[in-house]
């Protein structure tokens, strides 16, 4: 994913100074599988509204799910839950995979996530949708079903 950002995209000119000069504390929980490759374009495309727009966001980044299950036992350590605690906004990735379906039922990755959510007092990801509009049906003729005969 190549992540090229430009002035007008961003309407960058319509944010005041003061805005710019705010830094802003951010925690990334890549967690598991894609979620590691996502946050990597999350980490370039920070580092660029910083370089380019000196947009003063301060990054830290820490485990969740079965990456943190596999270096502290648990899916997520009491040092991450604090720093997500203390930051402006905590970007997540993923968590969970096949090779943490064995592990006891109160340390598997999707604790973390579970954690984070009960703690941070959120109740749902945000996501983006997309909302179609509901086509109209099918002509009548083309609704009927052909029954074979049978003899």
Request: hydrophobic share 40%; aromatic share 6%; charged share 30%.
């Amino acid at each position: 994913m190549d992540a090229r950002i430009n002035e007008a995209s961003l309407n960058i000119r319509d944010i005041t100074k003061a805005r710019i000069m705010t830094t802003r504390k951010l925690f990334l929980l890549p967690g598991d599988g894609i979620g590691q490759e996502t946050m990597a374009e999350v980490r370039k495309f920070i580092t660029r509204m910083n370089e380019k727009f000196g947009a003063g966001f301060e990054v830290e980044e820490g485990l969740v799910g079965g990456s943190a299950y596999d270096a502290h036992g648990k899916a997520i350590s009491e040092e991450d839950m604090a720093k997500a605690l203390a930051a402006d906004a905590v970007l997540f990735g993923a968590v969970g995979g096949p090779k943490w379906d064995g592990v006891p039922y109160d340390v598997r990755p999707e604790a973390g996530l579970l954690r984070l959510r009960k703690d941070l007092e959120l109740f749902a990801n945000l996501r983006p949708a997309i909302c179609y509009r509901r086509s109209p049906p099918p002509p009548r003729s083309s609704r009927r079903s052909s029954r074979a005969s049978t003899s």
